[in-house]
């Protein structure tokens, strides 16, 4: 590629972002697979891309991991989706408080009445881990959406530009990347932490600072992804058959491009909801803390963890296997759209 | 020949990484016996704001200056009655307003200079002269608390002092000349704030020098290098990056006895667990502010958990200034009977906790059980509510403080969930409102008017009611939001009653007063705890946390 | 290689003017303005307005932005609110356990990742490599703060193998020579000190590690298997070499290309993983203080220690690019 090194750079820096939190760390090395596949699925661009998603699709329903990825999520979601409406309890009814006693490290467990017993606070746990469930799903898929939503912006408008724009275009995707690169230089949990700084710690606060942490993720990935769109056949035959610039990088390279990017959001819902759990635990979570949410849950059972540790226990298996879904499913997704790994 | 460099690279990092390991585990009995007995680590739970407690109001910097000065009066072991501290006897004149302190003979400032009357004036001299940023509410909170202004008041909303003059009749006697009489005096002495420091170390280590910019206060040499006292230990260095005071014993302490373990470290650990955790591999000796589940747990493993009185009380704070239904009575009643007080008490509180009747514990003078008592009740909130006019409808922010225990607030977090439940059964709305304890807590709640409801505690400065109820109620504060007139004049009738039966009897009709005003809720008293490894004896709890360690000793 | 590294340098350079127009704006944006940033939350009308006046609040925000840039240039950053110290001192007195704390996790990543993926990928599909491919999908997505509370419990308080929190036990009276305490142990000879504070090393360390260990496993694992089926191999399988020489020349040697790439990414990542690391642990390094800063609304150490953060990323990752050039021929630098 023109680009040479400072291009190995970029895709350091795009890998980097996950920062301390998790997950994205393992996104990021994806990226680098993703921007290769960007690269290779050009190749084949004359086709329209539903060939290779039907192809993708195939091979990933015979992945046993994807197929363990994707009942998880099924369940999660419907979970999420349906459960609230069938609580045995409002999560946040305090009714059972005369049966916990911190100070004698009295908290009811499992009963006949509550499956899963009682919180600290005289909750019933069962209910709030299922309508927690609906609000860890919310702030994931909230959070992915904004990083989606202003990542593909800046990314589509500079890779377009870089690919199609000339030498404007180049000087604008440069302004556009130092901008991404600028946040990538940011550490992922202080740009979160200085987010909900100004805006008052609340869930959409937390969804907000989540999703601004991907945005440079999925800028890095669609400009490179568009990039290297740009050199294939279909979009010089197009240019020279005068259809306008716009037209062809929003109707024909975007589509052709969002492959990867659709795989990163999979595995930036799992980042997401472990990152909500880590400001939550730094105290920058939902103020109200008897709204169920997984992370906060968790953070709150640790003070009683030496007697009742299932407190922990349940929120932190449900973030554990959520992202794990994610993940799973989001690999498989890529090994199979990784023309490289079809061998 | 650079790949063997690599494979060799790959296989020593492999081996190192494992020789820590398997290091590790063997080395256990080594890591098992690093506190040698001379050596007491305790951990707290925040940094001290500063080691010249004149300046300090916060209970880290207190009970690091604890061990290091002392105070003309002093708290008898155990209790909170003022009994002597450097002055051996103390009596007023016959007006109350000039008191006389005798002091100790041949007591000696950690400088080896001497303690004498001339000494006590020049800290009283010192602490009226305040200037600049010396007088500001942040800094001599204190001082401004039990004196009112200084010398030469630069904030016209400062009250004249209390103090009027210091005088050194000889070495051994001083007169101390109030501006009026109070219940404040003389047992605020044994406050730690009013601290005895050498005058050489305050001169030469410029004390008063609280510089740099408005932008950029630092606190002078005196306060973070060298306090100097005439207490048991001995400053010898403040580590900030680590986070740890180190003490060491004062050959020279004109006590009965001298500290029995000779160094002494401060520690902060601010995570709670982290505490109970480091306590448990005997990495610390004892933590403050154990949480009512640890009681039990520790105690089982033997600990020497102390279990101090609960001399203290949380309150539901209700703000008569914001929202305008909560200057009805009939509204702040009706929050009074939808909390459900037992459950809270019964749940978060340790054992020996009760739920409050009046604003201050019962085991001080002029506490009143024939009040007005709240018993929860929904349905008579709900019908106050009605009456009031807020059926439905009724939304108020309700502030609790973050990652934060106090000795009389266990779980801030599980007791505001729990008020909120409660509080909504009765149809009132709550919108939460989550801050940091200091300082954005602390400033948000106690100024302004954007606060609706929000929870505050007290622990007791001295055995005097008024040093609860009259340091919330006695004036008009931003904290309440209310102008009663006639309640202020009560207290300062109350205030300045010498004759102390009957001044017992003013609590009793003041404490009546409150609870039909209903200024807040008194929600409970909790016997607060610390813990001592299983090895350390010879520590008395006190009501008033003032804890001194030059007594503990090692049991082997 | 001088002017690439130039050219790196002055690339920082709009970067950084960047971040610290956005960092001006933010600290502008604050509830309550820059004073209160300054102040905290407290102070009258009075003395904020004489702050104001003070900072020059009531000028021109591009004279504001001048000065704020002319004083980071000379390395003022402000001072704590919370410590009244400079930034910069609080940051230089912590920046050395954070680097101890990151060198021991990837100490670990390392020295437990590249062997495990290695061994995985040799025996492809066989109970190791299963172990291992799921272990480390498992271990990213574990919350690092709830696995640094369980290894503490069990590793810390229940075992009793490894001291749960801090750097150094407070007791050992240790000389400080350059605030990396293993160092000064072993530059004055205070070896208990420099033991002491590796043992408190260990635990924050492999917490730490889990998710570069994670990924090194899986990326050691890919290449090698990628390596393997590459023509070289095959020819030097074909020439007859020694399989002990094929491995170490040719198929270690080349699957270590993504890894060091990894490796400087998760220096940068380490470096913001430490936040919650070193709270769980209270380990004093820039996370703890960070955390600290956070609790405290210490808004000029979070901008501060941004920054600071922010110039280091770049670095080390300059530093990265660098290395590639030395291990891989192949890649020549422009």
Redesign the interface.
């Known amino acids: 590629m023109s680009e040479g090194l400072p291009r190995e750079n970029q895709q350091a820096s795009t890998a980097e972002r996950s920062g301390g939190m998790a997950l994205t760390q393992l996104g990021k090395r994806k990226i680098e697979k993703l921007e290769r596949l960007a690269e290779l699925s050009a190749i084949n661009a004359g086709e329209r891309g539903e060939s290779l998603w039907r192809e993708a699709f195939k091979r990933v329903r015979h992945n046993p991991a994807a197929i363990v990825g994707a009942v998880i999520l099924a369940i999660f979601v419907l979970v999420a989706v349906i459960g609230p409406f069938f609580v045995p309890y409002s999560p946040?009814?305090?009714r059972w408080?005369?049966q916990?006693?911190?100070?004698?490290?009295i908290i009811p467990g499992p009963s006949a009445d509550h499956w899963l017993g009682l919180d600290?606070?005289?909750r019933d746990v069962f209910s709030r881990m299922v309508v927690g469930a609906q609000k860890t799903l919310l702030v994931g898929i909230v959070a992915t959406a904004i990083g989606l939503f202003f990542g593909c912006l800046l990314g589509g408008l500079s890779g377009a530009a870089y690919g199609l724009g000339g030498k404007a275009g180049r000087r604008l995707d440069n302004v556009l990347m130092r901008f991404v690169d600028m946040l990538l230089a940011m550490p992922a949990l202080l740009l979160a932490v200085s987010i909900v700084a100004i805006l008052r710690?609340s869930l959409v606060t937390v969804m907000i600072a989540v999703g601004v942490v991907a945005v440079p993720t999925f800028a890095r990935l669609l400009r490179g992804s568009m990039i290297a769109q740009s050199n294939a056949e279909y979009v010089v035959a197009s240019t020279s058959l005068g259809v306008s610039r716009p037209r062809i990088a929003f109707g024909h390279m975007l589509p052709n491009s969002l492959a990867p990017v659709i795989v990163q959001a999979t595995l930036t819902l799992a980042t997401a909801i472990i990152e909500a759990a880590g400001l939550s635990f730094l105290?920058l979570g939902t103020?109200?803390?008897?709204e169920p949410e997984w992370g906060t849950m968790l953070n709150?059972a640790?003070?009683?963890?030496?007697?009742a540790p299932r407190l922990a226990l349940f929120p932190a298996v449900g973030i554990i296997i959520t992202a794990l879904g994610f993940t799973l499913l989001g690999e498989a997704l890529r090994e199979a759209l990784d023309p490289k790994l079809r061998k | 020949m650079?790949?063997?460099r690599?494979?060799t690279a790959?296989a020593v990092?492999?081996?190192?990484?494992?020789a820590?390991?398997v290091a590790?585990?063997q080395?256990?009995r080594g890591?098992?016996q690093?506190?040698?007995p001379e050596?007491l680590?305790f951990g707290t739970a925040g940094d001290p704001k500063t080691l010249d407690p004149a300046l300090a109001s916060d209970g880290e910097s207190f009970r690091i200056a604890r061990q290091m000065y002392e105070t003309l009066v002093a708290p008898e072991e155990g209790t909170a009655k003022i009994g002597p501290g450097l002055a051996t006897e103390f009596k007023p004149d016959a007006s109350g307003l000039v008191w006389t302190f005798k002091l100790k003979q041949g007591v000696k400032f950690h400088d080896g200079t001497d303690f004498n009357a001339e000494a006590v004036c020049f800290n009283f001299n010192r602490w009226y002269n305040f200037k600049g940023l010396l007088q500001s509410p942040?800094v001599t909170s204190y001082w401004q608390d039990i004196y009112g202004g200084f010398a030469k008041n630069e904030d016209q909303d400062l009250p004249p002092s209390l103090f009027k003059s210091c005088a050194a009749k000889d070495a051994g006697t001083v007169e101390i000349a109030i501006t009026k009489v109070t219940s404040k005096f003389p047992a605020s002495l044994a406050l730690p704030s009013f601290s005895i420091s050498s005058p050489k170390a305050l001169q030469d280590y410029k004390a008063d020098e609280i510089g740099?910019?408005?932008?950029?206060?630092?606190?002078p040499q005196y306060a973070m290098e060298h306090p100097t006292g005439t207490g048991p230990y001995k400053f010898v260095e403040w580590d900030?990056?680590?986070?740890?005071v180190?003490l060491t014993r004062n050959e020279n302490y004109h006590g009965a006895t001298k500290a029995k373990i000779k160094?002494l470290?401060f520690?902060t650990?601010?995570?709670?667990?982290?505490r109970k955790?480091?306590l448990?591999?005997g990495?610390i000796h004892g933590y403050d502010l154990v949480?009512?589940?640890?009681?039990?747990?520790l105690k089982g493993e033997g600990f020497n958990v102390l279990t101090r009185p609960a001399f203290n009380i949380l309150y539901l704070a209700i703000n008569q200034s914001g929202n305008p239904a909560l200057a009805k009575v009939e509204v702040r009643q009706a929050i009074a009977y939808a909390l459900?007080r037992k459950?809270i008490v019964?749940?978060?509180?340790?054992?020996g906790s009760t739920v409050a009747v009046n604003f201050h514990p019962p085991s001080l003078e002029g506490h009143n059980d024939a009040v007005t008592k709240y018993d929860y009740n929904t349905q008579k909130a709900k019908d106050l509510l009605a009456q009031a006019g807020y059926a439905t409808g009724l939304t108020l922010k309700f502030g609790y403080p973050?990652?934060v225990t106090r000795p009389y607030m266990?779980?801030p977090?599980?007791i505001?969930?729990?008020m909120?439940?409660?509080l909504e059964a009765a149809g009132i709305k709550i919108e939460?409102?989550?801050l940091?304890w200091?300082?954005?807590y602390i400033?948000?709640m106690t100024s302004g008017k954007d606060h609706d409801l929000h929870l505050l505690g007290w622990t007791g400065d001295y055995g005097d009611a008024y040093n609860f109820i009259g340091t919330f109620f006695d004036r008009q504060k931003d904290e309440w939001g209310f102008n009663n007139p006639a309640l202020f004049d009560q207290f300062a009738a109350a205030d300045k009653e010498p004759d102390l039966q009957k001044r017992y009897g003013l609590y009793k009709e003041l404490n009546k007063t409150l609870l039909d005003f209903v200024p807040g809720v008194p929600i409970a008293h909790g016997p607060p705890s610390l813990v001592l490894a299983k090895n350390v004896t010879g520590v008395k709890a006190s009501p008033l946390t003032d804890e001194r360690y030059y007594t503990a000793e090692f049991t082997s | 290689m001088f002017r690439f590294i130039v050219r790196r340098l002055l690339q920082l350079i709009p970067t950084l003017l960047g971040l610290s127009l956005l960092l001006f704006v933010w600290l502008h944006r604050l509830p309550g303005g820059p004073e209160t940033a300054?102040?905290?939350?407290?102070g009258t009308p009075e003395?904020r307005a004489?702050?104001r006046r003070?900072?020059g609040l009531d000028q021109p925000l591009w004279v504001q932005y001048g000065r704020f840039m002319k004083r980071l240039l000379r390395g003022d950053f402000?001072?704590s609110i919370d410590?009244?110290?400079p930034v910069l001192d609080e940051f230089l007195?912590?920046f050395p356990?954070t680097v101890e704390l990151t060198v021991a996790a990837l100490?670990?990543a390392?020295?437990?990742g590249?062997?495990l993926g290695y061994l995985a990928a040799r025996r492809r599909a066989g109970w190791l490599d299963n172990l291992s491919v799921g272990g480390s999908l498992v271990a990213v997505c574990v919350p690092i703060f709830f696995l640094g509370?369980l290894v503490?419990?069990l590793f810390?308080?229940k075992l009793?193998?490894?001291?749960?929190?801090?750097?150094?036990?407070?007791?050992?009276d240790a000389t400080r020579v350059t605030g990396f305490y293993v160092l000064d142990g072993m530059l004055t000879g205070e070896f208990d000190a420099a033991?002491?504070a590796?043992?408190h090393l260990?635990l924050p360390g492999l917490t730490l590690a889990s998710i570069p260990l994670a990924i090194i496993v899986r990326i050691t694992r890919a290449s090698v298997l990628e390596v393997l089926g590459e023509d070289y191999v095959r020819t030097a399988r074909a020439k007859g070499l020694t399989e002990r020489?094929i491995r170490?020349?040719?198929v270690?040697?080349n699957a270590?290309l993504p890894v060091v790439t990894v490796l400087g990414l998760l220096t940068g990542g380490l470096l913001s993983g430490a936040v919650l690391t070193e709270?769980?642990?209270?380990f004093?390094g820039i996370g703890h203080f960070i955390r600290?800063a956070i609790?405290?609304?210490d808004y000029p150490v979070m901008m501060g220690f941004i920054m600071i953060i922010a110039v280091i990323y770049v670095l080390v990752n300059l530093l990265v690019d660098l290395s590639y050039s030395l291990i891989d021929p192949r890649v020549r630098v422009r």
């Open positions: 946040k009814d305090t408080i005369d916990v006693s911190v100070a004698r490290n600290h606070n005289g710690p105290g103020p109200d803390p008897s709150d640790l003070q009683t963890f030496e007697y | 650079r790949a063997p690599f494979r790959g990092a492999a081996v190192a990484a494992l820590l390991v590790g585990c080395s256990e890591s098992e690093p506190n040698k050596q680590v942040d740099g910019t408005a932008d950029n206060v630092t606190y900030r990056t680590n986070k740890v180190k160094d470290y520690q650990i601010s995570d709670l667990d982290a955790q480091a448990r591999s990495k949480a009512p589940q640890d009681v039990k747990t459900n459950a019964d749940s978060k509180y340790p054992e973050t990652e266990p779980d977090k599980g505001f969930e729990l909120k439940a409660d939460p409102v989550a940091k200091t300082p954005d400033n948000k | 300054l102040l905290g939350e407290r003395t004489m702050i003070q900072l402000g001072s410590t009244k110290q007195a912590r356990g100490i670990f390392i020295g437990i590249i062997p509370y503490k419990q810390a308080v009793g193998w490894f001291p749960p929190t801090g750097r150094q036990d407070v007791t050992i033991w002491n590796i043992m260990i020489r170490g020349r040719h270690l040697r270590m709270t769980v642990f209270a004093t600290q609790d405290n609304r």
